[in-house]
């Protein structure tokens, strides 16, 4: 990683008025954006989806495996840039949210796995977007069962101990 990427990390944080001792304090690990990004098609918004290169084949194979089972998993975000992450601050700040309340929710830019590639925020039909009640859905039941065989995780279960928010929505690829 370079120092470049460090500082950039360090202007935002300071800009948006994030700790200084956020990265410590919540044990999280700076994410390299990903080099190898691939089209994965379209979320549910109809906006284009951009994944990690081997995250992206996972995907594909994990997907038919649900449908094969009756399982529609429709994805609601995949990568996202630092800028990206930062607008989303920025637009939550500018609403009236504190930093605090934010950072529950979001990870400061240059922390989010989503800016590797590999992360995905999963709903499905019929199902609340990025809501807890994802977890009732027979879609989250299957992924609960079958996603560790395709190398993805629940990133942010209850009491986890980066302080998140439980999100019953969010997987990862841990790679093979």
């Known amino acids: 990683m370079s120092r470049t990427y ?8 300071l800009l948006l008025g994030i700790p200084e001792d956020y990265a410590t304090r919540r044990k999280l690990p700076i994410q390299e954006e990903c080099t190898d990004l691939q089209a994965a098609g379209k979320d549910i918004f109809e906006r284009e989806l951009y994944m990690d290169a081997q995250a992206l084949q996972s995907w594909k194979a994990m997907c038919a ?8 998993l429709q994805p609601v975000s995949a990568y996202r840039s630092i800028e990206y992450q930062q607008k989303l601050f920025e637009k939550k700040l500018s ?6 309340e934010i950072l529950r929710v979001n ?8 800016h590797t590639g590999r992360a995905l925020d999963l709903t499905c039909p019929g199902a609340e977007c990025l809501e807890e009640s994802f ?3 027979p879609a989250f039941a299957w992924l609960m069962q079958h996603a560790a065989d395709f190398s993805f995780y629940l990133s942010f279960p209850r009491n986890n101990p980066q302080g998140f928010l439980y999100e019953p929505w969010h997987w990862c690829y841990q790679g093979k």
């Open 6 to 13: 460090e500082e950039k990390i360090s202007a935002i944080h």
């Open 65 to 72: 495996a649900a449908q094969d089972e009756g399982i529609e």
């Open 95 to 100: 609403s009236g949210q504190r930093i605090e």
């Open 107 to 114: 990870a400061a830019p240059g922390f989010s796995e989503h």
């Open 135 to 137: 977890e009732h859905t």
